[in-house]
């Protein structure tokens, strides 16, 4: 497999702050790769890193093979960015934008052309080719935001939260759209906030905290690094604090935490139920409902955010 982007120990300091500490990270060509990671985790700045927006304090990355320091005019032609606000002019119509983003690209006009109807086809946006930007409804901007960054043809296209504030159908929309780029070749960086969104789109999904990687992997890899198996309990008395340790103690648990929803046991592998019943039942506290589930993509963000794996 060939990378497509390459960081290499890359820092970013802002003063005495480490926004982004010593990352290294190959991604594939061809990927989906989702960025996630707390609230102030770095994932903007790494992205301004990524797209020459924001010039690393130490290390380097490339984008095919290109130095996003010393190559910039280069990669900003080969990356598409998608930023959070949208880029576009909402006066003109969505004709005149993408002529807008190609001609700033140099891309000759009987190219854009050819182009943006092919995109605005793909977007499903070609309807609306000649109404003013600023008056497409939220999702349909978003799209077009996203038609912008690809009337150049980039080999990655990179977007910063692009789904904020869409509605699930918009979202579903964003979805086929992100994956009908990526089925032509481009290969995508998204950061999502959405752990539905990542698990259903990205191939491989990083999650960093505090400016560090904590893990990267196919979303079945980051779950199974959780554990095996999720049993919640609920008990009558809602006081958890006498099974708890004598829960801890048995081989195969990993954790064992209370939440508002009752007591989380996260386990290696499966065990028989009657041992954590016997627990129950020798500290008189009688059980009001279990439920058994495999780890989801948010139990490891929570974990990965706990700084667990640190
Ligand atoms: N220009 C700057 N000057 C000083 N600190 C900054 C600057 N840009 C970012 N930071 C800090 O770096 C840290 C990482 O910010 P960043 O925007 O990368 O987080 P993020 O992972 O994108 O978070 P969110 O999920 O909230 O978007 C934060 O603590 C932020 O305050
Ligand atoms: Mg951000």
Request: hydrophobic share 40%; proline share 3%.
């Amino acid at each position: 497999m060939e990378p497509i982007v390459e960081i290499k120990s890359i820092s970013k300091s802002y003063g005495d702050f480490i926004a982004i500490d010593n990352a290294t990270l190959n991604i594939e060509k061809g990927t989906i790769f989702g960025l996630l990671g707390p609230n102030g985790a770095g994932k903007s700045t790494l992205i301004k890193v990524l797209s020459c927006q924001s010039r690393p304090s130490s290390g380097h990355a490339f984008i095919c093979g290109l130095d996003v320091v010393s190559d910039k005019k280069e990669v900003l032609s080969i990356i598409g960015i998608v930023p959070q606000e949208n880029s576009f002019y909402d006066d003109l119509t969505v004709n005149e934008n993408l002529e807008y983003f190609g001609s700033l690209y140099g891309v000759p006009i009987t190219d854009i052309k050819k182009r943006s109807h092919r995109i605005l086809d793909m977007l499903q946006l070609s309807q609306k080719s000649n109404s003013r930007a600023g008056t497409l409804s939220g999702g349909m901007k978003t799209r077009l935001n996203i038609a912008c960054a690809l009337i150049h043809k980039p080999e990655v296209l990179i977007l910063d939260e692009p789904s904020v504030g869409l509605d699930p159908v918009s979202r579903k929309a964003l979805w086929d759209t992100i994956k009908a780029v990526n089925i032509e070749g481009t290969t995508i960086l998204i950061t999502t906030h959405y752990m539905e969104e990542a698990d259903l789109l990205c191939d491989r999904i990083l999650i960093m905290n505090r400016g560090k990687i904590v893990i990267e992997g196919t979303s079945g890899e980051l779950k199974s690094k959780v554990g095996e198996r999720i049993i919640r309990i609920t008990s009558m008395s809602g006081d958890y604090h006498a099974v708890k340790s004598n829960i801890e103690s048995l081989g195969a648990v990993i954790s064992c935490d209370i939440d508002e929803k009752g007591i989380k046991i996260t386990l290696r592998e499966e065990l028989p139920f009657e041992q954590i019943l016997e627990i129950f039942a020798s500290k008189d506290e009688k059980i009001k409902n279990i439920e058994s589930t495999r780890p989801s993509l948010e139990d490891v963000f929570i974990h990965a955010a706990g700084e667990a794996w640190h």
